[in-house]
């Protein structure tokens, strides 16, 4: 059996590109919610620091950086935690949240992930609830314990409002000795705005909800990673231009 693998994108390896601030979900994945296998290829040859920013837990991009052989330079948690090379930060007020959470199921709200609630379990400073879990309740709790709530149509989350991925993308770029105007960042859903304001240039998928949309410097044509290489590619000629 022959199938036809998906156009991936060669790296020039002495260009002189830009760190790149690459949100997971919807951006680095198929839309079944794997990593799409391009990942493995392209963010290796990657010439400068790349930053993976998701609203999931520290573990999972941490893994992702594992896997793919790259630094591990994540921001995990919507802002909650960043870990670039050696120095790991934690903020937000995760006893506010604790609050919310427990007000949450006096009230006979479920976060909807099971016994095992591997979404939440290592989770350290918010919390992140299925799409199935009862939106109203969430808000209203959300509004009552001063806290953002957010739907990145994967997930969910109630978050402390002083903590966001574009904020966590700016200490990043400190430790990297960058400044955050020089990230080029790729994202789909209202998460990914505030990373989009602090890049200096921003990127949304065609999968990208309205907020995304909205916030980005280009709106893509395509989705998913076919719309992150597009983006990509795009970073690479304007380099080329410049030679
Ligand atoms: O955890 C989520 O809800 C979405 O994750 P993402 O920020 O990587 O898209
Ligand atoms: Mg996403």
Same mark, same amino acid.
């Given at each position: 059996m022959t199938e036809q693998s998906p156009p991936c994108l060669d790296v020039p390896p002495d260009a002189d590109l830009p760190p790149l601030a690459l949100d997971i979900d919807g951006t680095l994945t198929t839309p079944d919610h794997?990593?799409?296998?391009r990942v493995f290829r392209v963010l290796p040859d990657w010439p400068a620091p790349v930053v993976l920013a998701t609203g999931?837990?520290?573990p999972y991009p941490v893994a992702l950086c594992h896997f793919a052989g790259i630094p591990e330079r994540v921001v995990a948690e919507n802002g909650g935690i960043v870990c670039v090379d050696e120095t790991v930060r934690v903020t937000g007020d995760a006893d506010r949240v604790a609050r919310a959470v427990a007000a949450f199921r006096e009230r006979?709200? =479920?976060? !909807?992930?099971?016994?095992?609630?591997t979404a939440n379990r290592w989770r350290e400073t918010e919390v992140a609830a299925r799409l199935n879990a009862d939106e109203d309740l969430l808000r209203a709790v959300a509004d009552e314990f001063d806290l953002t709530f957010l739907d990145t149509g994967y997930a969910y989350h109630l978050t402390d409002?002083?903590?966001?991925k574009g904020a966590a993308l700016e200490e990043a770029a400190a430790v990297l000795d960058? =400044?955050? !105007?020089e990230f080029v960042a790729v994202g789909d859903s209202m998460n990914d705005a505030s990373t989009f304001r602090v890049a200096g240039d921003s990127y949304a998928v065609a999968n990208a909800d309205a907020t995304a949309r909205e916030a980005a410097d280009t709106v893509l044509d395509e989705g998913y990673m076919d719309g992150t290489l597009a983006a990509l590619a795009a970073v690479i000629e304007r380099a080329d231009r410049r030679v």
């Open positions: 794997t990593v799409d296998p999931k837990s520290f006979g709200g =479920d976060l !909807g992930w099971g016994d095992a609630d409002p002083d903590v966001s960058r =400044d955050p !105007g």
